[in-house]
């Protein structure tokens, strides 16, 4: 069965610095969501892109995060400057191309993302 | 705005015993209804869903009915085995939304 894959498992990063999570939706889907999860708490919904463009963003979405798709199978969340609170598991998911109500989310693994 | 609220965990149950998690939820519009799954060290998994009133989604021998009139969602298991303990999350998308909003998950630990 399809899967979508993210790289890497764990990432450790100094505080203020960039840090990229990486991506591989499943092949035919068209959606693409980022997710995270601080320890302990609910998972929360950051972004929806579609088309080549951001569809939908939280709160939590602000100037520090950005996304790409930069080629036809990586998509890609940045965080520009990391602070302590960025910790958090960090969930891609995709969906297929009908009515996204009617289409069920996929879920990665996850990156463990820990900022010292 | 949209919210999922979850029964609290961990629930703990023998091997073949009935399972109920409740959830309930509040949403504009007409949601479409899903039960994730986490088992330990993995990411989330659809379980099953339910995007009309009165539709009820069942996977796995896990089912859960889209009761709209008291705003509900709980998930059921008949008999449930050891390999069922994992995290279960109660979500929804609203109208027009794309993001799943998330209940807290539940802990289900199954002994032998």
């Known amino acids: 069965e399809p899967e979508v894959t993210q790289t890497p498992s764990h990432q450790v990063t100094q505080m203020g610095q960039e840090v990229i999570l990486r991506c591989v939706p499943i092949s035919n889907h068209l959606y693409f969501y980022w997710y995270r999860q601080i320890l302990g708490q609910k998972v929360e919904f950051l972004v929806s892109?579609?088309?080549?463009?951001?569809?939908?963003k939280s709160e939590i979405f602000d100037d520090q995060f950005s996304v790409e798709r930069p080629d036809g199978s990586n998509f890609t969340l940045k965080i520009r400057s990391t602070k302590l609170e960025d910790s958090a598991m960090y969930f891609c998911?995709?969906?297929?191309?009908?009515?996204?109500?009617?289409?069920?989310?996929?879920f990665g693994d996850g990156t463990r993302l820990s900022i010292l | 705005g949209d919210s999922v609220t979850q029964m609290e965990g961990p629930v703990t149950l023998s091997e073949e015993a009935f399972l109920t998690i409740n959830c309930t939820y509040t949403?504009?519009?007409?949601?479409?209804l899903f039960w994730y799954v986490q088992y330990p060290g993995e990411g989330l998994q659809l379980l099953l869903k339910?995007?009309?009133?009165?539709d009820k989604g069942s996977n796995k021998g896990f089912e859960a009915t889209y009761r709209k009139e008291t705003t509900s969602f709980h998930l059921e298991k008949g008999s449930v085995q050891v390999s069922d303990s994992a995290v279960y999350f109660c979500a929804l998308v609203g109208g027009g939304a794309d993001g799943l909003t998330f209940g807290k998950g539940t802990h289900l630990i199954i002994q032998p």
């Open positions: 892109f579609y088309n080549n463009e951001i569809s939908e």
């Open positions: 998911a995709s969906s297929g191309e009908a009515s996204i109500r009617n289409q069920p989310q996929h």
């Open positions: 339910a995007t009309k009133a009165d």
């Open positions: 949403a504009t519009g007409y949601p479409s």
